[in-house]
């Protein structure tokens, strides 16, 4: 998965310039750097809910050159093989949470009932959910209900989750539920690419960490080169001391 001179504005604001990035298949890529930076916008240009205005896009087979016109039959094929978390959920109310983690499986993937639902409750198992499948979104609490997301995205087979800041809504306890389940899909060499303000998280999990700020990449690397006391950076030390605390006093 590669981005190649991404360019996006919103407004008057360039959110993204020149950007080249690339994802590692079986690896997990943590992205970091204040609020506004175009971590999000990057984040969303991978599943094509921004489109850019120009600049290349390359994943297995796909090649996208943003200055045309994206087809649906290649937003589609996109987003069927990226699944997408966002730090709300985004579940159906309506549905139970075995009929939110079928609903993708059974309309888009045409698989029948019985194998969508067998693989629903496999997945609520390995995000320690067995006995909620038959609960409504709005009986869980919000570590549970982002784990029902990843289990949702995971129901596709995507060969890429995306996760938009999967736990900056919930309070610590139950963010540490649901980073423990990325963590295994991490060791399970799920490919990811995660947007996130945990920089405990971030130096766990990731294997390639990169750094944004004003729409430009600062950092794009290994996490003991970006975590290390003698990094040169020190814009990216400040960075890591503030999200820290390290320099409250």
């Known amino acids: 998965m590669k981005l190649t001179n991404i360019n ?3 407004g008057n604001k360039n959110v993204l310039k020149n950007t080249t990035l690339e994802f590692p298949a079986g690896k997990t890529t943590v992205m970091v750097g204040p609020s506004g930076s175009g971590k999000s916008t990057i984040l969303r ?3 094509l809910l921004v489109m850019p205005e120009s600049g290349q896009y390359d994943f297995d087979d796909h090649h996208l050159d943003f200055s045309q016109k994206v087809s649906n039959k290649d ?4 987003r069927q093989e990226t699944g997408m978390v966002f730090q709300d959920y985004n579940l159906f109310p309506n549905k139970t949470v075995l009929g939110n983690i079928i ?13 969508a639902i067998a693989n629903a409750h496999n997945l609520l198992a390995k995000v320690g959910l067995a006995d909620y499948g038959e609960a409504y979104p709005n009986e869980l609490s919000g570590g549970q209900a982002q784990r029902v997301a990843i289990a949702r ?4 087979s995507p060969k890429y989750i995306l996760l938009d800041e999967p736990t900056s809504a919930l309070d610590p306890e139950l ?6 389940v990325l963590l295994q899909l991490a060791e399970e060499k799920q490919s990811m690419v995660i947007v996130t303000h945990n ?3 971030a130096k ?3 294997d390639k960490i990169i750094f944004v700020e004003n729409g430009e990449i600062l950092y794009d690397g290994t996490p003991d080169e970006f975590f290390a006391p003698d990094n040169p950076n020190k814009r990216i030390k400040n960075f890591i001391a503030s999200m820290t605390m390290e320099n409250l006093k």
Request: proline share 3%; glycine share 2%.
């Open 199 to 201: 920089m405990v998280f």
């Open 204 to 206: 766990h999990v990731a």
């Open 45 to 47: 240009s991978l599943n």
């Open 153 to 156: 995205a995971l129901a596709m």
């Open 75 to 78: 937003k589609l094929a996109i």
């Open 8 to 10: 996006k504005s919103f």
């Open 175 to 180: 963010e540490l539920s649901v980073l423990k």
């Open 103 to 115: 609903e993708g499986p059974t309309q888009v993937l045409k698989q029948t009932k019985k194998e």
